[in-house]
């Protein structure tokens, strides 16, 4: 992956994950800013171009390092709590809510990578129950390792975390750090997973299904907790027998009692993602949003859930 520019901020420009990450990019130049905000966020930037050619900036998140999961997101923890050390991703889903809540598409890593384990740190030492972190909110949590290092970073810390859980939300099949560390109980590799026919049409720049389930194989062997996410469920006019063959070629090919949780959720976008969204790609919006109107009995997909996995797993959310 090669980037034209790098923007940095001024004040981590001598951090020592700075100049790491900067030795792992391969890059044209360098421009210094005051605060990523200000490459970041401007309103008249246009995501689709910018999608186009990314560039990557390294800021200092200051502060808000967690931020409450919303009411009914669990994997069966009463505590829940979301925070990404990143911002957008490297594949193109036509349905990502992050075009909808960002102005620009550029990659933002926050490198000050410790301050999300300090703030988790605190989180648990003030609770008595096993609090969730969900990793990958407002990116994908591995895509990018190869660069970023964060999972290198974090995973070793977390497992200093006793009554914590950290899932890692992915679609990447770069599974390499999961096979240079010892499998740890308190985390969760979680694969997104859509029919084949979606991931085609609508998960551009992702791997296949077939590859992600071939790493979640690989990840079970080494003794990895595997979560399902069917969370977009993207539905288009199939039948319901398309979705139950789809849930029988997973599990067919994994080891089910390894599972650590499954969530089935439909496509969801806060209005004002939406607006901005149905501009930006007019052709998905009205697509999934006419498709989707078919999903309002969720129950029937849980049912067929239900057939392959102890429904004790299954959240819906
Ligand atoms: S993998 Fe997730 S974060 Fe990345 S583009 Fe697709 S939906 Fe968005």
């Given at each position: 992956m090669k980037f034209n520019v790098i923007y940095i901020e001024e004040k981590i420009k001598d951090y020592p994950n700075t100049k790491e990450i900067l030795a792992r990019i391969n890059y044209k130049k360098i421009i210094y800013c005051e605060n990523y905000n200000q490459v970041?966020?401007?309103?008249?930037?246009?995501f689709r171009i910018q999608k186009a050619e990314p560039s990557i900036i390294l800021a200092k998140?200051?502060?808000?390092f967690l931020l409450n999961a919303p009411?009914?997101?669990?994997?069966?923890?009463?505590k829940n709590f979301y925070f990404s050390?990143?911002?957008?991703?490297v594949y193109d889903c036509k349905y990502c809510f992050l075009q909808g809540m960002f102005n620009s598409a550029h990659y933002v890593i926050f490198v000050n990578y410790l301050d999300f384990f300090n703030a988790i740190k605190s989180q648990v030492s003030r609770s008595k129950k096993t609090i969730c972190f969900f990793s990958g909110?407002?990116?994908?949590?591995?895509?990018?390792e190869k660069i970023t290092n964060f999972l290198s970073f974090f995973l070793i810390k977390f497992q200093?975390?006793?009554?914590g859980i950290l899932e890692v939300r992915?679609?990447?099949?770069?599974i390499d750090i999961f096979k240079q560390i010892k499998p740890m109980n308190n985390i969760v590799i979680a694969f997104s997973l859509n029919p084949k026919h979606i991931v085609k049409k609508f998960e551009d720049k992702t791997p296949s299904l077939t590859q992600r389930i071939k790493a979640i194989v690989e990840l079970q062997k080494l003794g990895w907790n595997i979560g399902l996410r069917f969370d977009p469920l993207i539905i288009d006019n199939s039948n319901n027998f398309i979705i139950y063959d789809f849930f029988k070629f997973i599990f067919d090919k994994i080891e089910t009692r390894r599972i650590h949780s499954v969530t089935l959720g439909k496509f969801r976008m806060p209005k004002q993602f939406f607006e901005k969204f149905s501009s930006l790609r007019p052709n998905e919006y009205f697509f999934i949003n006419k498709e989707n109107?078919?999903?309002?009995?969720?129950g029937i997909y849980e049912n067929q859930l239900r057939k392959f996995i102890d429904k004790k797993k299954i959240f819906r959310n």
């Amino acid at each position: 992956m090669k980037f034209n520019v790098i923007y940095i901020e001024e004040k981590i420009k001598d951090y020592p994950n700075t100049k790491e990450i900067l030795a792992r990019i391969n890059y044209k130049k360098i421009i210094y800013c005051e605060n990523y905000n200000q490459v970041f966020n401007p309103k008249n930037q246009n995501f689709r171009i910018q999608k186009a050619e990314p560039s990557i900036i390294l800021a200092k998140k200051e502060q808000n390092f967690l931020l409450n999961a919303p009411e009914k997101f669990t994997i069966g923890y009463s505590k829940n709590f979301y925070f990404s050390h990143m911002l957008n991703c490297v594949y193109d889903c036509k349905y990502c809510f992050l075009q909808g809540m960002f102005n620009s598409a550029h990659y933002v890593i926050f490198v000050n990578y410790l301050d999300f384990f300090n703030a988790i740190k605190s989180q648990v030492s003030r609770s008595k129950k096993t609090i969730c972190f969900f990793s990958g909110y407002d990116c994908d949590s591995l895509a990018l390792e190869k660069i970023t290092n964060f999972l290198s970073f974090f995973l070793i810390k977390f497992q200093k975390i006793k009554n914590g859980i950290l899932e890692v939300r992915t679609k990447s099949t770069k599974i390499d750090i999961f096979k240079q560390i010892k499998p740890m109980n308190n985390i969760v590799i979680a694969f997104s997973l859509n029919p084949k026919h979606i991931v085609k049409k609508f998960e551009d720049k992702t791997p296949s299904l077939t590859q992600r389930i071939k790493a979640i194989v690989e990840l079970q062997k080494l003794g990895w907790n595997i979560g399902l996410r069917f969370d977009p469920l993207i539905i288009d006019n199939s039948n319901n027998f398309i979705i139950y063959d789809f849930f029988k070629f997973i599990f067919d090919k994994i080891e089910t009692r390894r599972i650590h949780s499954v969530t089935l959720g439909k496509f969801r976008m806060p209005k004002q993602f939406f607006e901005k969204f149905s501009s930006l790609r007019p052709n998905e919006y009205f697509f999934i949003n006419k498709e989707n109107e078919k999903f309002k009995n969720i129950g029937i997909y849980e049912n067929q859930l239900r057939k392959f996995i102890d429904k004790k797993k299954i959240f819906r959310n």
